[in-house]
């Protein structure tokens, strides 16, 4: 079995989104990512702009339209969660339970943050704390959120605490800013394949759609890379969604993107937000695995490091604690934007997802603690980052599987076309459906909306034990077996190639 590294820290077209709505809950709704499959005859329900209102359950009378909408898309991500659930790995009570290497969560650095949490330092009560505060959030939150992404990003100049809102994760954050940057049935462009939660954060609330800029693994010449997003193809999705009658507002990039794991270099961003500018389309930009960049390689940049942005007003930037710091229960995001009415927007909709004072202060505590962040958490959730990412890109390649991974996030996209007997999203499902019957759950490609049948995501950021014996299962199920083994096989540590396919 492969060891993470271990130190003792006891002191200091227009789309409608996936067909199955995988990822609902933490800070980007990752509670369900990957645990579902949808009927392939079920539709999204069309409510204005959304789907086919035939599909609607008859029995929900109690329910307005949009109660039966939300309680559609509940349903439709219900099954492998529920599955999941109800038959979940525990070493000692339940071995032969379900892996889950589908949810992307970082569970390998508890002991560390576990430590920095219960510090005497964070446990603080004071009246403020537990009263009315701005619904921004606590100035002295702001002010620590504006220093940490001023270091952390990189920025030319700091960064202003007045442009910065506090909100209870990422998935409130996509949900207030499609709220209010759109009308209703209007559509922000986005890249496939994409983190498939975000079709239902923008869409309960505020009835606003994804346009998708479908891309493939298709490698054209030397300078391209399979999924490559370029300016040509944003204009086509966008010319395409003109053309049907839906008013594109904005375009949203992941960055370091969910779920390939590429990372937009400063040209690329430039070029992307020149287009915007020139369509005055607002950007919204994720980045919210900023610092789960494990590749020293890998040149990442955010976008509030460039120079100059294009169109300040229309970009808009967020960020949370969920995946850099594997606290996706804890409900932290925030949102960077010059844009002070929108800004002011979203802060009202705070009433609704704000943060406890309590939490806030915690995080205050937390981001102002640099050295801790950089000589403690840092280096070592990048080491145990990279040796799981090692192990599981090392199985694959024993394998003979072909894999996408540019050493960044907590997943590698995977290609098990050969797999499936036909190419279809049929029988894609089929697949997924025998590793859940195998007891390992992962997340495939439909999910994101990826137009080639065959794609998965391997989470790989877990314990060693029930990643090795993830890994073993999923063997099991490639070579036609299906005995779900209790104990996982032994496995040497391994060193990461220097080729990252």
């Known amino acids: 079995m492969f060891t993470l590294p271990q130190k003792d820290f006891s002191a200091p077209t227009t789309c409608l989104g996936p067909a199955c709505m995988q990822d609902l809950g933490s800070s980007h709704g990752d509670d369900l990512e990957g645990e579902c499959s949808r009927k392939l005859d079920q539709k999204l329900p069309e409510l204005p702009g959304v789907g086919d209102s035939a599909m609607l359950s008859p029995d929900t009378s109690y329910l307005s339209s949009r109660g039966r909408m939300i309680k559609w898309f509940w349903d439709s991500a219900e099954e492998g969660y529920r599955t999941y659930h109800m038959d979940e790995y525990d070493e000692n009570k339940n071995p032969s339970g379900i892996i889950n290497l589908g949810v992307s969560e970082n569970k390998l650095c508890f002991d560390l943050l576990s430590w920095r949490l219960s510090q005497s330092d964070m446990q603080r009560v004071e009246p403020s704390l537990l009263q009315y505060a701005d619904w921004r959030g606590h100035l002295f939150l702001r002010e620590e959120v504006a220093k940490f992404l001023s270091f952390y990003c990189k920025s030319p100049a700091p960064l202003r605490p007045e442009n910065v809102v506090v909100l209870n994760g990422g998935a409130s954050l996509f949900s207030a800013l499609a709220t209010v940057l759109c009308e209703a049935g209007e559509a922000f462009l986005i890249p496939t394949p994409y983190y498939g939660a975000i079709t239902q954060h923008v869409c309960l609330y505020g009835n606003v759609r994804l346009a998708c800029v479908y891309l493939d693994s298709e490698v054209t010449g030397l300078d391209t890379r399979p999924f490559q997003l370029t300016v040509e193809k944003l204009e086509m999705a966008l010319r395409e969604a003109h053309s049907e009658g839906v008013k594109v507002k904005g375009l949203i990039l ?7 794991g590429d990372i937009y270099s400063p040209e690329e961003l430039q070029e992307y937000l020149v287009f915007a500018k020139r369509h005055k389309l607002h950007v919204i930009v994720d980045e919210v695995y900023m ?9 990442y940049r955010s976008v509030l490091s460039l120079e100059r942005l294009p169109d300040p007003q229309r970009t808009h ?15 932290f995001g925030t949102l960077y934007t010059e844009n002070q009415d929108v800004a002011t927007a979203v802060a009202s909709l705070c009433r609704y997802h704000g943060l406890s004072g309590l939490v806030q202060y915690q995080m205050a505590q937390l981001l102002r603690d640099r050295d801790w962040i950089n000589q403690v958490y840092l280096p070592e959730n990048h080491a145990r980052l990279k040796a799981a990412h090692t192990y599981v890109s090392e199985e694959l390649r024993a394998l003979g599987i072909p894999f996408l991974s540019r050493g960044a996030g907590f997943f590698i996209w995977v290609d098990l076309r050969k797999y499936l007997p036909k190419a279809t999203f049929e029988e894609e499902m089929l697949l997924w459906r025998r590793f859940l019957d195998n007891k390992v759950l992962l997340s495939f490609g439909k999910a994101f909306e990826c137009k080639e049948p065959g794609w998965f995501r391997f989470v790989f950021s877990d314990q060693a034990h029930r990643l090795c014996l993830g890994m073993q299962r999923v063997r099991q199920v490639l070579a036609g077996k299906s005995q779900v083994a209790e104990d996982p096989p032994p496995s ?8 990252c396919r």
């Open 254 to 260: 992941i960055n370091p993107q969910n779920p390939l």
């Open 317 to 331: 930037v967020m960020w949370a604690t969920s995946k850099d710091f594997g606290m996706s229960g804890l409900r």
């Open 492 to 499: 040497q540590s391994q060193e990461p190639s220097d080729q």
């Open 291 to 299: 610092l789960s960049v494990f590749e020293e390689s890998v040149g």
